[in-house]
């Protein structure tokens, strides 16, 4: 299985200001997964990062909101811009590992005020 | 769309009993994957089991097991000889073969181990 990292692991923002969050792999793999979940709700992706190229979006979630970077093939980044407070979610990523299973980090709670 | 029902928002089991959470799932593809997920208050996502649609054995992780009947769309979980460490939110999830990481999640069972 692989060890995912996930920084910051809680934040608590300002309306208007923007929060990256970083996310670290302990071996390379060549796509890696953004989800949110919302307060009470279940698990939505937002979107697919290859290393390389623009990330693929989901319906309903656009890269000017969340922006996406993938320089390499352990790493990613998450931004969330100009939040409000219905940006307060949990944000895993994840990866694919061995015998098609799904792999996630542990999160960054974020609350935004 | 393919969704992923389950249809008991709690759930509560004596320590070392058994306790199983259902799951239903709506698709047209023939090949998929189906999933469990515990999410205790750590926030982390954590595989229970994996099922894959082309198999007709049910899979079975120590006292994890699921029972899943392909025609009827179900996939329920199994927990045998209950511990107060699976006291958590237990997700039921699918993908389709050949989406990458596409997940698609249920709304989950909160699960309470009493001792």
């Known amino acids: 299985s692989a060890v995912i990292s996930q920084k910051p692991s809680r934040d608590i923002c300002q309306r208007g200001t923007s929060l990256t969050i970083q996310c670290q792999v302990d071996?390379?793999?060549?796509?890696m997964f953004w989800y949110r979940q919302q307060p009470g709700q279940s698990l939505t992706l937002i979107a697919t990062a290859n290393q390389g190229s623009e990330a693929t979006y989901e319906s309903g979630f656009v890269i000017d909101k969340f922006p996406i970077s993938r320089p390499n093939l352990t790493f990613s980044t998450l931004t969330v811009s100009n939040m409000s407070p219905e940006d307060s979610s949990i944000y895993l990523c994840s990866v694919r590992g061995g015998s098609e299973k799904l792999f996630f980090g542990s999160g960054t709670q974020l609350s935004v005020l | 769309a393919q969704t992923v029902t389950q249809s008991q928002p709690e759930m509560s089991v004596q320590e070392a009993e058994t306790v199983t959470l259902s799951c239903t799932y709506d698709t047209s593809e023939s090949d998929y994957y189906l999933f469990w997920y515990k999410q205790p208050p750590s926030r982390q996502m954590i595989l229970v089991i994996r099922q894959e649609a082309y198999k007709q054995q049910n899979a079975t992780e120590n006292r994890f097991s699921v029972n899943f009947q392909k025609a009827a769309k179900s996939f329920s979980l199994k927990i045998s000889d209950s511990q107060l460490g699976d006291a958590a939110m237990y997700f039921c999830?699918?993908?389709?073969?050949?989406?990458?990481?596409?997940?698609?999640f249920g709304k989950g069972t909160k699960l309470s181990v009493k001792p």
């Open positions: 999830a699918y993908r389709r073969e050949g989406s990458q990481g596409n997940l698609i």
């Open positions: 071996s390379q793999v060549t796509m």
